[in-house]
Protein backbone atom coordinates (compact mmCIF):
# COMPACT_ATOMS: atom_id res chain seq x y z
CA UNK A 1 0.00 0.00 0.00
CA UNK A 2 2.76 2.43 0.82
CA UNK A 3 5.11 1.88 -2.67
CA UNK A 4 1.57 2.03 -4.31
CA UNK A 5 0.66 5.85 -2.72
CA UNK A 6 4.46 6.36 -3.36
CA UNK A 7 4.27 5.43 -6.76
CA UNK A 8 1.13 7.14 -7.59
CA UNK A 9 2.84 10.33 -6.00
CA UNK A 10 5.99 10.10 -7.98
CA UNK A 11 3.20 9.60 -11.59
CA UNK A 12 1.07 12.38 -10.11
CA UNK A 13 4.37 14.79 -10.11
CA UNK A 14 5.68 13.01 -13.67
CA UNK A 15 2.35 14.15 -15.12
CA UNK A 16 2.33 17.72 -13.55
CA UNK A 17 5.62 18.34 -14.96
CA UNK A 18 5.08 16.88 -18.53
CA UNK A 19 1.30 19.35 -18.25
CA UNK A 20 3.21 22.44 -17.39
CA UNK A 21 6.81 22.51 -17.90
CA UNK A 22 6.83 22.65 -21.67
CA UNK A 23 6.58 26.32 -21.34
CA UNK A 24 6.75 29.42 -18.94
CA UNK A 25 4.32 29.95 -16.38
CA UNK A 26 3.10 32.54 -18.18
CA UNK A 27 2.46 30.77 -21.14
CA UNK A 28 1.30 28.07 -19.73
CA UNK A 29 -1.40 29.47 -17.00
CA UNK A 30 -3.59 31.32 -20.33
CA UNK A 31 -3.48 27.94 -21.96
CA UNK A 32 -4.87 25.98 -18.60
CA UNK A 33 -7.68 28.65 -18.93
CA UNK A 34 -8.66 28.90 -22.48
CA UNK A 35 -10.44 26.09 -23.21
CA UNK A 36 -12.83 26.29 -20.01
CA UNK A 37 -13.32 29.95 -20.22
CA UNK A 38 -13.86 29.74 -24.16
CA UNK A 39 -16.18 27.15 -23.43
CA UNK A 40 -17.90 29.06 -20.45
CA UNK A 41 -18.14 32.00 -22.70
CA UNK A 42 -20.14 29.92 -25.57
CA UNK A 43 -22.67 28.83 -22.97
CA UNK A 44 -23.18 32.88 -22.15
CA UNK A 45 -23.74 33.78 -26.05
CA UNK A 46 -26.04 31.47 -26.44
CA UNK A 47 -27.70 32.77 -23.33
CA UNK A 48 -27.47 36.41 -24.66
CA UNK A 49 -28.47 35.53 -28.01
CA UNK A 50 -31.70 33.24 -27.26
CA UNK A 51 -32.39 35.78 -23.80
CA UNK A 52 -32.77 32.67 -21.74
CA UNK A 53 -34.32 32.77 -18.49
CA UNK A 54 -32.60 34.62 -15.51
CA UNK A 55 -33.14 31.72 -13.66
CA UNK A 56 -30.70 29.59 -15.89
CA UNK A 57 -27.66 30.88 -15.86
CA UNK A 58 -26.28 30.81 -12.60
CA UNK A 59 -26.91 26.68 -12.53
CA UNK A 60 -25.57 26.12 -15.89
CA UNK A 61 -22.12 28.35 -15.24
CA UNK A 62 -21.49 26.80 -12.18
CA UNK A 63 -22.65 22.88 -13.72
CA UNK A 64 -20.20 23.46 -16.88
CA UNK A 65 -17.52 24.65 -14.17
CA UNK A 66 -17.60 21.76 -12.01
CA UNK A 67 -17.73 19.41 -15.90
CA UNK A 68 -14.65 20.30 -16.58
CA UNK A 69 -13.42 17.99 -14.12
CA UNK A 70 -14.81 15.08 -16.07
CA UNK A 71 -13.70 15.09 -19.67
CA UNK A 72 -9.91 15.76 -17.72
CA UNK A 73 -10.22 12.70 -15.41
CA UNK A 74 -12.33 10.20 -17.58
CA UNK A 75 -9.54 10.84 -20.35
CA UNK A 76 -6.45 11.43 -17.79
CA UNK A 77 -5.55 7.72 -17.22
CA UNK A 78 -6.49 6.62 -20.92
CA UNK A 79 -4.50 9.43 -22.27
CA UNK A 80 -1.64 8.53 -20.00
CA UNK A 81 -1.71 5.06 -21.44
CA UNK A 82 -2.07 6.21 -25.02
CA UNK A 83 0.85 9.19 -24.47
CA UNK A 84 2.99 6.69 -22.69
CA UNK A 85 2.77 3.68 -25.09
CA UNK A 86 2.42 5.76 -28.74
CA UNK A 87 4.22 8.39 -28.36
CA UNK A 88 7.01 8.30 -25.70
CA UNK A 89 7.25 4.61 -25.88
CA UNK A 90 7.46 4.20 -22.42
CA UNK A 91 4.72 2.33 -21.62
CA UNK A 92 6.72 -1.00 -21.98
CA UNK A 93 9.42 -0.05 -19.44
CA UNK A 94 6.63 0.78 -16.81
CA UNK A 95 5.33 -2.55 -17.30
CA UNK A 96 9.01 -3.99 -16.51
CA UNK A 97 9.45 -1.66 -13.30
CA UNK A 98 9.26 -2.83 -10.21
CA UNK A 99 5.51 -2.32 -8.65
CA UNK A 100 1.94 -1.95 -10.37
CA UNK A 101 0.74 -0.01 -13.43
CA UNK A 102 -2.14 0.98 -11.90
CA UNK A 103 -1.16 3.80 -8.92
CA UNK A 104 1.24 5.05 -11.77
CA UNK A 105 -2.21 5.83 -13.83
CA UNK A 106 -3.61 6.49 -11.05
CA UNK A 107 -1.18 9.58 -10.45
CA UNK A 108 -1.87 10.73 -13.93
CA UNK A 109 -5.75 11.13 -13.30
CA UNK A 110 -4.95 12.85 -10.05
CA UNK A 111 -2.20 15.18 -11.55
CA UNK A 112 -4.93 16.03 -14.41
CA UNK A 113 -7.66 16.48 -12.18
CA UNK A 114 -5.53 19.16 -10.28
CA UNK A 115 -4.85 20.68 -13.77
CA UNK A 116 -8.68 21.00 -14.53
CA UNK A 117 -9.67 22.10 -10.98
CA UNK A 118 -7.72 25.54 -12.12
CA UNK A 119 -10.21 25.61 -14.86
CA UNK A 120 -13.35 24.90 -12.19
CA UNK A 121 -12.19 27.63 -9.94
CA UNK A 122 -11.39 30.38 -12.36
CA UNK A 123 -14.95 29.86 -14.28
CA UNK A 124 -16.47 30.03 -10.56
CA UNK A 125 -14.42 32.82 -9.30
CA UNK A 126 -15.56 34.94 -12.59
CA UNK A 127 -19.20 33.84 -12.40
CA UNK A 128 -19.28 35.48 -9.17
CA UNK A 129 -16.55 38.41 -9.27
CA UNK A 130 -17.79 39.34 -13.42
CA UNK A 131 -20.88 37.90 -14.16
CA UNK A 132 -22.59 38.71 -10.65
CA UNK A 133 -23.62 35.17 -9.59
CA UNK A 134 -24.57 34.23 -5.99
CA UNK A 135 -25.34 31.35 -4.36
CA UNK A 136 -28.59 31.06 -1.72
CA UNK A 137 -26.63 28.47 0.35
CA UNK A 138 -23.15 27.26 1.06
CA UNK A 139 -22.44 23.21 2.13
CA UNK A 140 -18.76 22.90 2.68
CA UNK A 141 -19.08 19.73 4.13
CA UNK A 142 -21.74 18.68 1.54
CA UNK A 143 -19.38 20.01 -1.21
CA UNK A 144 -16.16 18.25 -0.05
CA UNK A 145 -17.48 15.16 0.54
CA UNK A 146 -19.35 15.17 -3.22
CA UNK A 147 -16.68 16.47 -4.44
CA UNK A 148 -14.55 13.42 -3.25
CA UNK A 149 -17.02 10.82 -4.10
CA UNK A 150 -17.04 12.66 -7.54
CA UNK A 151 -13.29 12.34 -8.29
CA UNK A 152 -13.11 8.59 -6.90
CA UNK A 153 -16.06 7.32 -8.91
CA UNK A 154 -14.50 9.10 -12.52
CA UNK A 155 -11.15 7.82 -11.42
CA UNK A 156 -13.00 4.55 -11.38
CA UNK A 157 -14.11 4.79 -14.83
CA UNK A 158 -11.06 6.18 -16.41
CA UNK A 159 -9.32 3.30 -15.28
CA UNK A 160 -11.76 1.15 -17.44
CA UNK A 161 -11.18 3.44 -20.31
CA UNK A 162 -7.46 3.26 -19.92
CA UNK A 163 -8.15 -0.54 -20.13
CA UNK A 164 -9.94 0.21 -23.70
CA UNK A 165 -7.46 2.21 -24.60
CA UNK A 166 -4.55 -0.49 -24.32
CA UNK A 167 -6.59 -2.07 -27.65
CA UNK A 168 -7.61 1.12 -29.68
CA UNK A 169 -5.26 2.55 -32.37
CA UNK A 170 -3.68 6.33 -30.70
CA UNK A 171 -7.11 7.63 -31.96
CA UNK A 172 -8.19 6.78 -28.46
CA UNK A 173 -7.79 9.91 -27.48
CA UNK A 174 -10.86 11.37 -29.63
CA UNK A 175 -12.82 8.39 -27.90
CA UNK A 176 -11.98 10.09 -24.12
CA UNK A 177 -13.56 13.25 -25.74
CA UNK A 178 -16.50 11.48 -27.15
CA UNK A 179 -17.23 9.71 -23.89
CA UNK A 180 -16.73 13.06 -22.04
CA UNK A 181 -19.31 14.66 -24.82
CA UNK A 182 -21.98 11.77 -23.64
CA UNK A 183 -21.71 12.77 -19.60
CA UNK A 184 -22.09 16.00 -20.75
CA UNK A 185 -25.16 15.41 -22.50
CA UNK A 186 -26.60 12.93 -19.99
CA UNK A 187 -25.62 14.45 -16.73
CA UNK A 188 -27.72 17.41 -16.94
CA UNK A 189 -24.61 19.43 -16.91
CA UNK A 190 -25.85 22.36 -18.78
CA UNK A 191 -29.61 21.71 -19.19
CA UNK A 192 -32.13 20.43 -16.12
CA UNK A 193 -32.50 16.44 -16.98
CA UNK A 194 -36.34 17.58 -17.62
CA UNK A 195 -35.32 18.68 -21.00
CA UNK A 196 -34.45 15.59 -22.39
CA UNK A 197 -37.39 13.15 -23.73
CA UNK A 198 -38.57 11.34 -20.81
CA UNK A 199 -37.71 7.83 -22.47
CA UNK A 200 -33.72 9.23 -22.71
CA UNK A 201 -34.24 10.25 -19.00
CA UNK A 202 -33.61 6.85 -17.52
CA UNK A 203 -29.71 7.32 -19.20
CA UNK A 204 -29.39 10.66 -16.89
CA UNK A 205 -30.60 8.71 -13.60
CA UNK A 206 -27.95 6.09 -14.32
CA UNK A 207 -25.26 8.16 -14.54
CA UNK A 208 -23.19 8.86 -11.37
CA UNK A 209 -22.30 12.37 -12.72
CA UNK A 210 -25.80 13.47 -12.79
CA UNK A 211 -25.92 13.31 -9.53
CA UNK A 212 -22.38 14.09 -8.46
CA UNK A 213 -23.77 17.89 -10.32
CA UNK A 214 -26.53 17.71 -8.62
CA UNK A 215 -24.93 17.39 -4.96
CA UNK A 216 -22.95 20.34 -5.83
CA UNK A 217 -25.51 22.39 -7.03
CA UNK A 218 -27.60 21.37 -3.85
CA UNK A 219 -24.30 22.34 -1.91
CA UNK A 220 -24.55 25.76 -3.53
CA UNK A 221 -28.11 26.07 -2.40
CA UNK A 222 -29.00 25.95 -6.55
CA UNK A 223 -31.99 24.38 -8.18
CA UNK A 224 -31.76 23.38 -11.57
CA UNK A 225 -34.88 22.00 -13.04
CA UNK A 226 -37.39 19.15 -10.80
CA UNK A 227 -36.54 15.97 -11.72
CA UNK A 228 -34.80 15.22 -9.24
CA UNK A 229 -36.37 17.08 -6.74
CA UNK A 230 -38.19 13.98 -5.22
CA UNK A 231 -34.91 13.04 -3.58
CA UNK A 232 -33.44 13.89 -1.15
CA UNK A 233 -30.09 15.06 -0.66
CA UNK A 234 -29.03 12.02 1.97
CA UNK A 235 -30.77 9.96 -0.24
CA UNK A 236 -28.87 11.66 -3.46
CA UNK A 237 -25.42 11.10 -1.64
CA UNK A 238 -25.89 7.13 -1.16
CA UNK A 239 -26.76 7.12 -4.99
CA UNK A 240 -23.47 8.82 -5.64
CA UNK A 241 -21.68 6.21 -3.28
CA UNK A 242 -23.46 3.19 -4.49
CA UNK A 243 -22.67 4.27 -7.70
CA UNK A 244 -18.43 4.59 -6.54
CA UNK A 245 -18.44 1.19 -5.02
CA UNK A 246 -19.84 -0.07 -8.37
CA UNK A 247 -17.91 2.00 -10.73
CA UNK A 248 -14.95 1.01 -8.62
CA UNK A 249 -15.54 -2.87 -9.38
CA UNK A 250 -16.60 -1.96 -12.71
CA UNK A 251 -13.04 0.27 -13.63
CA UNK A 252 -10.73 -2.58 -11.91
CA UNK A 253 -12.82 -5.71 -13.95
CA UNK A 254 -12.33 -3.86 -17.03
CA UNK A 255 -8.89 -2.35 -17.18
CA UNK A 256 -7.79 -6.22 -15.89
CA UNK A 257 -9.69 -7.89 -19.07
CA UNK A 258 -8.32 -4.94 -21.47
CA UNK A 259 -4.64 -5.42 -19.93
CA UNK A 260 -5.32 -9.34 -20.50
CA UNK A 261 -6.42 -8.97 -23.96
CA UNK A 262 -3.30 -6.54 -25.15
CA UNK A 263 -0.84 -8.78 -23.98
CA UNK A 264 -2.19 -11.53 -25.65
CA UNK A 265 -2.32 -9.21 -28.75
CA UNK A 266 1.02 -7.77 -28.23
CA UNK A 267 -0.35 -4.41 -27.92
CA UNK A 268 1.15 -3.47 -24.43
CA UNK A 269 4.56 -1.72 -26.79
CA UNK A 270 1.94 -1.06 -30.49
CA UNK A 271 2.54 1.97 -32.32
CA UNK A 272 0.32 2.92 -34.74
CA UNK A 273 0.68 6.01 -37.68
CA UNK A 274 -2.08 6.45 -40.54
CA UNK B 1 4.05 17.79 -65.59
CA UNK B 2 5.81 15.18 -64.24
CA UNK B 3 5.87 17.11 -60.89
CA UNK B 4 2.59 17.71 -61.19
CA UNK B 5 2.09 14.24 -61.74
CA UNK B 6 4.21 13.06 -58.95
CA UNK B 7 2.89 15.47 -56.03
CA UNK B 8 -0.41 14.24 -57.55
CA UNK B 9 0.70 10.14 -56.56
CA UNK B 10 2.17 11.47 -53.68
CA UNK B 11 -1.14 12.82 -52.23
CA UNK B 12 -2.97 10.12 -53.13
CA UNK B 13 -0.47 7.90 -51.62
CA UNK B 14 -1.05 9.65 -48.30
CA UNK B 15 -4.29 9.45 -48.44
CA UNK B 16 -4.85 6.27 -49.34
CA UNK B 17 -2.59 5.31 -45.80
CA UNK B 18 -5.25 6.69 -43.89
CA UNK B 19 -8.18 4.75 -45.85
CA UNK B 20 -6.60 1.48 -44.83
CA UNK B 21 -5.79 3.01 -41.39
CA UNK B 22 -9.59 3.37 -41.08
CA UNK B 23 -10.75 0.14 -42.23
CA UNK B 24 -8.07 -1.37 -39.98
CA UNK B 25 -9.41 -0.62 -37.11
CA UNK B 26 -13.41 0.20 -36.93
CA UNK B 27 -13.51 2.04 -33.52
CA UNK B 28 -13.09 5.23 -34.57
CA UNK B 29 -16.48 4.99 -36.43
CA UNK B 30 -17.95 4.87 -32.98
CA UNK B 31 -15.65 7.27 -31.23
CA UNK B 32 -15.47 10.14 -34.29
CA UNK B 33 -19.19 10.03 -35.81
CA UNK B 34 -22.02 8.69 -33.10
CA UNK B 35 -20.57 10.03 -29.94
CA UNK B 36 -20.08 13.65 -31.29
CA UNK B 37 -23.37 13.30 -32.71
CA UNK B 38 -24.69 13.39 -29.00
CA UNK B 39 -22.69 16.17 -27.80
CA UNK B 40 -24.16 18.37 -30.57
CA UNK B 41 -27.22 17.14 -29.74
CA UNK B 42 -26.53 18.83 -26.27
CA UNK B 43 -26.29 22.49 -27.63
CA UNK B 44 -29.92 21.95 -29.25
CA UNK B 45 -31.33 20.62 -25.69
CA UNK B 46 -29.41 23.85 -23.86
CA UNK B 47 -31.35 26.11 -26.20
CA UNK B 48 -35.12 23.86 -25.54
CA UNK B 49 -33.62 24.26 -22.14
CA UNK B 50 -33.56 28.23 -22.32
CA UNK B 51 -36.74 28.13 -24.46
CA UNK B 52 -35.39 29.93 -27.73
CA UNK B 53 -36.73 29.98 -30.91
CA UNK B 54 -36.28 26.45 -33.01
CA UNK B 55 -34.00 28.49 -35.34
CA UNK B 56 -31.44 28.14 -32.84
CA UNK B 57 -31.93 24.00 -32.78
CA UNK B 58 -30.98 24.31 -37.16
CA UNK B 59 -28.02 26.83 -36.36
CA UNK B 60 -26.60 24.07 -33.90
CA UNK B 61 -26.84 21.43 -36.41
CA UNK B 62 -24.96 23.25 -38.64
CA UNK B 63 -22.27 23.72 -36.73
CA UNK B 64 -22.15 20.19 -35.69
CA UNK B 65 -21.69 19.49 -39.20
CA UNK B 66 -19.22 21.87 -39.89
CA UNK B 67 -16.98 21.26 -36.74
CA UNK B 68 -15.43 17.74 -38.14
CA UNK B 69 -14.09 19.56 -40.78
CA UNK B 70 -12.07 21.75 -38.49
CA UNK B 71 -11.00 18.91 -36.66
CA UNK B 72 -10.17 17.25 -39.27
CA UNK B 73 -7.48 20.20 -40.71
CA UNK B 74 -6.63 20.76 -36.89
CA UNK B 75 -5.64 17.06 -35.89
CA UNK B 76 -5.63 15.17 -39.02
CA UNK B 77 -3.33 17.88 -40.97
CA UNK B 78 -1.57 20.81 -38.76
CA UNK B 79 -1.11 18.89 -35.90
CA UNK B 80 -0.57 15.51 -37.66
CA UNK B 81 3.32 16.92 -38.97
CA UNK B 82 4.06 17.13 -35.18
CA UNK B 83 3.47 13.07 -34.61
CA UNK B 84 5.30 12.65 -38.10
CA UNK B 85 7.81 14.11 -36.72
CA UNK B 86 7.77 12.20 -33.07
CA UNK B 87 7.51 9.10 -35.40
CA UNK B 88 10.24 9.97 -37.47
CA UNK B 89 7.96 10.03 -40.67
CA UNK B 90 8.62 14.00 -41.10
CA UNK B 91 12.46 13.27 -42.04
CA UNK B 92 11.33 11.01 -45.06
CA UNK B 93 9.01 13.63 -46.39
CA UNK B 94 11.60 16.18 -46.60
CA UNK B 95 13.90 14.32 -48.50
CA UNK B 96 11.35 13.35 -50.71
CA UNK B 97 11.14 14.74 -54.22
CA UNK B 98 7.84 15.99 -53.40
CA UNK B 99 5.71 18.95 -51.81
CA UNK B 100 5.07 19.41 -48.83
CA UNK B 101 1.38 20.42 -49.89
CA UNK B 102 1.05 17.28 -51.71
CA UNK B 103 1.75 14.93 -48.20
CA UNK B 104 -1.00 17.65 -46.33
CA UNK B 105 -3.84 17.00 -49.15
CA UNK B 106 -3.53 13.42 -48.70
CA UNK B 107 -4.04 13.72 -45.20
CA UNK B 108 -7.29 16.14 -45.76
CA UNK B 109 -8.30 14.04 -48.34
CA UNK B 110 -7.86 10.58 -46.71
CA UNK B 111 -9.21 12.14 -43.70
CA UNK B 112 -12.29 13.30 -45.50
CA UNK B 113 -13.92 10.25 -45.51
CA UNK B 114 -14.65 9.85 -41.89
CA UNK B 115 -15.51 13.78 -41.17
CA UNK B 116 -18.05 13.37 -43.82
CA UNK B 117 -19.78 10.32 -42.08
CA UNK B 118 -19.65 12.28 -39.06
CA UNK B 119 -21.29 15.23 -40.63
CA UNK B 120 -23.92 12.50 -42.33
CA UNK B 121 -24.62 11.67 -38.93
CA UNK B 122 -25.32 15.02 -37.05
CA UNK B 123 -26.91 15.90 -40.95
CA UNK B 124 -29.69 13.11 -40.01
CA UNK B 125 -29.74 13.51 -36.13
CA UNK B 126 -30.99 16.95 -37.04
CA UNK B 127 -33.23 16.21 -40.16
CA UNK B 128 -35.16 12.96 -38.49
CA UNK B 129 -34.69 14.12 -34.43
CA UNK B 130 -34.94 17.57 -34.28
CA UNK B 131 -36.79 18.25 -37.44
CA UNK B 132 -34.50 20.84 -39.16
CA UNK B 133 -35.68 22.00 -41.94
CA UNK B 134 -33.22 23.36 -45.18
CA UNK B 135 -34.28 26.06 -47.58
CA UNK B 136 -34.55 23.72 -50.49
CA UNK B 137 -34.03 27.48 -52.89
CA UNK B 138 -30.62 27.52 -51.09
CA UNK B 139 -29.22 24.60 -51.40
CA UNK B 140 -27.36 25.24 -54.61
CA UNK B 141 -25.92 28.48 -53.03
CA UNK B 142 -24.81 26.74 -49.73
CA UNK B 143 -22.89 23.47 -51.02
CA UNK B 144 -20.59 26.27 -53.18
CA UNK B 145 -20.50 28.19 -49.93
CA UNK B 146 -19.34 25.48 -48.69
CA UNK B 147 -16.94 24.30 -50.93
CA UNK B 148 -15.68 27.70 -51.21
CA UNK B 149 -14.95 27.44 -46.86
CA UNK B 150 -13.32 23.90 -47.13
CA UNK B 151 -10.79 25.28 -49.83
CA UNK B 152 -9.75 28.24 -47.74
CA UNK B 153 -10.11 26.54 -44.44
CA UNK B 154 -7.74 23.59 -45.76
CA UNK B 155 -5.21 26.41 -47.10
CA UNK B 156 -5.40 27.73 -43.54
CA UNK B 157 -5.02 24.41 -42.21
CA UNK B 158 -1.63 23.89 -44.60
CA UNK B 159 -0.38 27.53 -42.48
CA UNK B 160 -1.06 25.87 -39.26
CA UNK B 161 0.84 22.83 -40.01
CA UNK B 162 4.12 25.05 -41.20
CA UNK B 163 3.91 26.14 -37.14
CA UNK B 164 3.71 22.90 -35.83
CA UNK B 165 6.84 21.86 -37.50
CA UNK B 166 8.77 24.20 -35.02
CA UNK B 167 6.29 22.78 -31.88
CA UNK B 168 7.85 20.76 -29.32
CA UNK B 169 5.47 18.60 -26.31
CA UNK B 170 3.60 22.15 -26.05
CA UNK B 171 1.86 21.22 -29.37
CA UNK B 172 -0.68 19.28 -28.34
CA UNK B 173 -1.41 22.12 -26.19
CA UNK B 174 -1.60 24.61 -28.67
CA UNK B 175 -4.34 22.11 -30.83
CA UNK B 176 -6.26 21.43 -27.92
CA UNK B 177 -6.17 25.52 -27.40
CA UNK B 178 -7.70 25.99 -31.16
CA UNK B 179 -11.10 23.96 -30.13
CA UNK B 180 -13.57 25.63 -27.69
CA UNK B 181 -12.14 29.03 -28.78
CA UNK B 182 -12.42 28.83 -32.31
CA UNK B 183 -16.22 26.74 -32.09
CA UNK B 184 -16.94 30.51 -30.03
CA UNK B 185 -15.03 32.79 -32.11
CA UNK B 186 -16.32 31.01 -35.49
CA UNK B 187 -20.42 30.97 -34.00
CA UNK B 188 -20.60 27.10 -33.84
CA UNK B 189 -23.85 27.15 -31.89
CA UNK B 190 -25.09 30.61 -32.32
CA UNK B 191 -25.09 33.40 -34.95
CA UNK B 192 -21.55 34.96 -35.41
CA UNK B 193 -23.01 38.73 -35.14
CA UNK B 194 -24.10 37.76 -31.50
CA UNK B 195 -20.03 38.36 -30.92
CA UNK B 196 -20.51 42.20 -31.67
CA UNK B 197 -19.40 43.83 -34.36
CA UNK B 198 -15.55 44.47 -33.84
CA UNK B 199 -15.29 40.70 -32.94
CA UNK B 200 -17.52 39.04 -35.52
CA UNK B 201 -15.27 41.15 -37.96
CA UNK B 202 -12.20 39.74 -36.48
CA UNK B 203 -13.61 36.53 -35.86
CA UNK B 204 -14.19 36.55 -40.15
CA UNK B 205 -10.53 35.90 -40.84
CA UNK B 206 -11.39 32.36 -39.81
CA UNK B 207 -12.97 30.96 -42.86
CA UNK B 208 -15.41 28.84 -40.98
CA UNK B 209 -17.42 32.13 -39.20
CA UNK B 210 -18.54 33.22 -42.54
CA UNK B 211 -19.02 29.60 -44.02
CA UNK B 212 -21.14 28.99 -41.68
CA UNK B 213 -22.98 32.35 -41.40
CA UNK B 214 -23.45 32.37 -45.60
CA UNK B 215 -24.79 28.81 -46.02
CA UNK B 216 -27.00 29.21 -42.72
CA UNK B 217 -28.22 32.44 -45.22
CA UNK B 218 -28.71 30.57 -47.78
CA UNK B 219 -29.39 26.98 -46.61
CA UNK B 220 -31.67 27.95 -43.37
CA UNK B 221 -33.13 31.15 -44.50
CA UNK B 222 -31.48 32.79 -41.45
CA UNK B 223 -32.24 36.55 -41.57
CA UNK B 224 -29.49 37.04 -38.45
CA UNK B 225 -26.36 36.84 -40.86
CA UNK B 226 -23.51 39.33 -40.35
CA UNK B 227 -22.49 40.08 -43.65
CA UNK B 228 -24.75 39.90 -46.92
CA UNK B 229 -23.84 36.49 -48.41
CA UNK B 230 -22.27 37.81 -51.72
CA UNK B 231 -19.79 39.84 -49.42
CA UNK B 232 -18.82 36.68 -47.27
CA UNK B 233 -18.18 34.24 -50.81
CA UNK B 234 -16.25 37.39 -51.89
CA UNK B 235 -14.65 37.63 -48.72
CA UNK B 236 -14.22 33.56 -48.24
CA UNK B 237 -12.87 33.70 -52.28
CA UNK B 238 -10.13 35.99 -51.24
CA UNK B 239 -8.91 33.72 -48.48
CA UNK B 240 -8.88 30.72 -50.13
CA UNK B 241 -6.19 32.59 -52.52
CA UNK B 242 -4.35 34.87 -49.88
CA UNK B 243 -4.33 31.29 -47.24
CA UNK B 244 -3.16 29.20 -50.59
CA UNK B 245 -0.16 31.44 -51.39
CA UNK B 246 0.48 32.25 -47.54
CA UNK B 247 0.69 28.23 -46.73
CA UNK B 248 3.38 27.75 -49.28
CA UNK B 249 5.55 30.92 -48.09
CA UNK B 250 5.01 29.85 -44.27
CA UNK B 251 5.40 26.26 -45.45
CA UNK B 252 9.24 27.02 -46.77
CA UNK B 253 10.01 29.85 -43.91
CA UNK B 254 8.99 27.57 -40.98
CA UNK B 255 10.96 24.57 -42.74
CA UNK B 256 13.79 26.33 -42.88
CA UNK B 257 13.61 28.06 -39.28
CA UNK B 258 13.26 24.38 -38.16
CA UNK B 259 16.58 22.87 -40.13
CA UNK B 260 18.51 26.06 -38.85
CA UNK B 261 17.48 25.72 -35.04
CA UNK B 262 17.81 21.89 -35.33
CA UNK B 263 14.19 21.31 -34.75
CA UNK B 264 12.98 19.39 -37.63
CA UNK B 265 13.62 15.83 -35.98
CA UNK B 266 13.88 16.63 -32.65
CA UNK B 267 11.97 14.04 -30.97
CA UNK B 268 10.01 14.29 -27.28
CA UNK B 269 11.19 18.04 -26.07
Given at each position: MKRALRNAATSFVLCWKKET???GAWVYLPFALLRPVAGALLIFVMVRAASA????FAPAWLGNAFFQLVPAVLGGLAWAVIEDR????MFKYIYLA????VPYLMGHGLARAAHALIGVAALAAAGVALLGIRTPEFHPALLAVTLALGLACLLALSLALAGLALLVARHGHFMTESIGGVFFLFS??????????AWIRPLAFASPVTWWLELLRRSLGLHFG??????STPAALAILAGFTVFCAFLGRAAWFAGERKARWKGLLDATTAY | MSSLRNNLRAAGARAWIRVVAANRELSWVWFETFLPALTTACYVFIYRAMGAAPEFESYVILGGIMIGFWLNVLWGMAAQFFWEKDMGNLDIYMMAPISRMAILLGMALGGMTGTAMRSVVILLLGIFAFRVRFEVAGLATAFGIFLLTMASLYGLGMMLSSLFLLFGRGAQRWAEAAQEPIYLLAGFYFPVRNLGFGVAAAASLFPLALGIDAMRQT?????????PVGVEAAALAALTVLFGLLARTMLRTMENRAKTEGKLTLKWQ
Open positions: NWAPPDYERYQPGNVGAVFPVDVLPSALDGV | ALGSRAGFL
